[in-house]
């Protein structure tokens, strides 16, 4: 990409972590042309039928303007769906959040959220990430 953050998905699901994410990157977001919100129905229920009004008004206070895409997953895992939607709309970044643990088996640090399985790996799409320590 010759520009990084013009056109934006924020990976959605009504958490801690995904709000931590995006209000880090509300400067990113401002200055950007276009930003899709994305709220993929993991079926988990944890998050599950999540509504994408708060996050939306939140960032209208802000004077960003977003176009929301629902899925209900269905045949892909979410990382998956994710990696997708970029890929249609041409992101440049997806701003998601997720949590760093420390393992107390000895297993070292590692970074997990259901919406991650496989974006880090994925090189077509820039990741902002907000980290928020677990011990």
Partial sequence: YSTVGKNIIVAWNASREATRAVKDAIPL????????VVAVDSGYGEHESFPCTDIVNYLAQHGVNVDVHRSSGGQIDI???LL??????????????????FSSQGMGPRWSNAHNTGVNDDP???VSLAFILVP
Avoid: T
């Fill in 84 to 101: 997708s939607r970029a890929a249609d709309i041409s992101a440049d970044l997806i701003v998601m959040g997720g949590v760093w643990s």
């Fill in 79 to 81: 990382g998956n769906e």
């Fill in 124 to 126: 077509s799409a820039d």
């Fill in 29 to 36: 977001l401002k200055l950007a042309e276009n930003v899709h």
